[in-house]
């Protein structure tokens, strides 16, 4: 039960107190579990030493801290600082519809995939880089996200298991040019980030697949031939004069972290660059709302406030809100439950508002029925096509429905 999960510093662990949730499931720890019992103070050292900071205690497992803050208090207070960063800056208004865009996109996507594809393999097969592609892929994927960055979005959400590391490599991609973009920084750097963000986990093509694909936790032998993937990755790009340093970044820098317990130089705050902190939040927050062989990805607003959580130490808490306003607290795509009972699927963001999108709803929750798919626009009042509120979002696995299925179709995109 969740009034009886806390979270607690490390500070204040004892053994005797059960551990629910080492929170990190992105990090390296030095325990095959993330639930167990704390038996001695060699396990808190060996927690200190991973750089694992906070984390939640089952008190009905193990000893109390009663002034700790439950998990719901938590999550509270997180959601109420994340409402508070959107209301702060409006987001870029958008160029061109959705349901226009949505095509155009989907056809540069696929383009972009087969020209990262066929990089990884040259790659894998030890064969000379053709590079060009790629930049042309990351030109078109930059005017997709000036026009609507919602598109792109949308259709990088959609991965398969077995073909991860394309779909990961596109979407870190997608998402810097994205929060680029809303830096208001150059096209050319818009550009560049790019195609860093494509290419920032090349090395992995060189590591071993069945350490690649292990579903479970990595022994520290594995550990430390996964953690080479960042050499072997930076390597490859510096040999290719016409890249610039700004490409190789994010594969130089996606695993260091603000508090300085990341790899492989344990680089901290200001020392990691802006492009690399920025390329470590996306490739977490992907890595977290992505299906994996041995990971059920969490629906994108609990990665958010993940993500959030893990700022007060792991990234940069600037630049993590620069992320939550660029791609707000519901992305487009995202199931949420209404007020009314109803399940809809986030259509739209309201420039103005980035707390109440424009929804379609599709089935109601209590009836247990599917309804009329209609759109709702929960910035505007009852009897001028709003009248509702997103209660909470939704897992849409424990509803049996597809939401992207919902939303294309209503966009006529299938």
Known sequence: MDEYVKKIHIDQLRPGMYIADLDCGWMSHPFWLTRFKVKEEAQISQLRDAGIVEFYIDTQKGIDVF?????????????????????????????????????????????????????????????????????????????????NADALNILTR?????????????????????????????????????????????????????????????????????????????????????????VILPALEHHERYDGTGYPFQKKGDQISILGQKAAIIDVYDALTSERCYHKGMPPPMAIRKMFEWSKHHFNPQIVREFVRSIGIYPVGTLVSLESGKLAVVSEHNADDLTSPKVVAFFHASKKIHIQPHEIDLARHFGFGGGDRIIRPEDERSWGVDPQYYLQQWLGFI
């Open 158 to 246: 959609i991965k398969e298991k077995d073909s991860y590391i394309f779909h990961h490599s596109i979407s870190v991609g997608v998402l810097l040019m994205l929060l680029q973009h809303d830096a208001g920084v150059s096209d050319d750097e818009v550009i560049d980030a790019g195609i860093g963000g494509m290419l920032h986990d090349i090395g992995k093509v060189y590591i071993d697949p069945n350490i690649l694909n292990k579903p479970g936790k990595l022994t520290d032998l594995e550990f430390a031939e996964m953690r080479k993937h960042v050499g072997y990755g930076v390597s490859a790009l510096k040999s290719y004069q016409e890249l610039s340093y700004d």
């Open 67 to 147: 002034d700790a803050q439950s998990v719901n208090e938590v999550n509270l207070s997180l959601d109420k600082e994340i409402l508070n960063i959107l209301a702060e800056k409006p987001s870029h208004a958008a160029t061109a519809d959705l349901g226009s865009e949505l095509p155009r996109a989907k056809a540069i996507l696929e383009r972009a995939h087969e020209t990262i594809h066929t990089v990884l393999l040259d790659a894998k097969l030890g064969r000379k880089l053709n590079l060009s592609p790629v930049r042309d892929a990351a030109m078109q994927l930059t005017e997709s996200v000036c026009r």
